[in-house]
């Protein structure tokens, strides 16, 4: 909420690569908690590829919601336990930013631990999956000690917070050991697994470069899960808020709910 109009982004829509999955919807609307009228809005592609939103929040704040319906392979994500690292001479050019330190990932501080811990495990898939291993034992997941200012070498040394501190710790590691690694964030159900008492919300994870493709590690939940919807990619959390506003702002209620749902048209393409 705010007292005088506000420019803002949005990072709420799948990510491009998802949308031949929508199925439903999405139904958005984006009111004036004032008057109740709809406030325009205009939508791009950033320099990562993720869909935003630009619009004026208008004063007394706006209600943003969003509805659909997304068609997933149900499959888990993809493990191959054989994916070699890459030497880093021979990375794309367009993969290197991802080996660099960001915001929340340092890199260069974080480094001689990485090799101490790291170091003598096998490239690849291993190390990868070992530094995963590493961060869900070292990091308590607590929603109420969340801040939006913790960095990788902060959540390590407090040893406390929430899946952006997870992925950032993880993405931070595999840095070091010169393997490129991306933020992403997203919706995640309780899918396949049981209900975790947390309550939904955005859910972070991270991709591992290795043999030549992007694989979707996660270190919070540190197994491979169903249903990851993806809706934005970065270096960290600093490229992709899920709300960036120019001025300040105040987020009164957020409230994310990711269900499995089967409905007639997706059973009808299944069977044919």
Do not use: K
Not at 74 to 97: K, W
Not at 135 to 160: H, K, P, S
Request: with cysteine; proline share 7%; charged share 20%.
């Amino acid at each position: 909420m705010s007292h005088i109009p506000t420019p803002a982004i949005l990072l709420l829509d799948p990510h491009p690569t998802r949308h031949t999955d929508i199925v439903r919807g999405p139904t958005s609307t984006i009111r004036s908690l004032s008057t109740g009228n709809d406030v325009p809005h205009a939508a791009y592609v950033d320099g990562f590829g993720n869909r935003c939103r630009r619009l004026v929040i208008p004063p007394g704040g706006v209600a943003f919601a969003n509805d659909m319906i997304v068609v997933d392979s149900g499959m888990v994500d993809v493990v191959d336990r054989d994916a070699p690292e890459i030497f880093p001479g021979d990375l794309p050019s367009e993969v290197l930013e991802y080996t660099l330190a960001s915001r929340y990932c340092e890199v260069d501080e974080l480094s001689p631990i990485a090799w101490q811990l790291f170091g003598n495990f096998a490239p690849g898939w291993n190390r990868v999956q070992q530094i995963c291993n590493f961060v869900n034992a070292q990091i308590r997941f607590d929603y109420q000690l969340a801040r939006n200012t913790r960095t990788a070498g902060q959540a390590l040394a407090e040893g406390v917070g929430v899946c952006r501190d997870f992925t950032h710790l993880a993405v931070a590691l595999c840095r070091c050991m010169n393997i490129p690694a991306r933020y992403c964030n997203g919706y995640l159900g309780d899918i396949g697994v049981p209900r975790d008492p947390a309550p939904m919300d955005y859910n972070a994870w991270f991709e591992a470069y290795l043999g030549g493709q992007w694989f979707t590690f996660d270190a919070r939940h540190n197994m491979p899960r169903v249903g990851r919807i993806l809706v934005a990619r970065g270096r960290d959390a600093a490229d992709i808020p899920m709300i960036h506003t120019f001025g300040p702002h105040i987020l009164q209620r957020f409230e994310v709910i990711t269900e499995e749902v089967i409905c007639e048209r997706i059973r009808d393409s299944v069977d044919r």
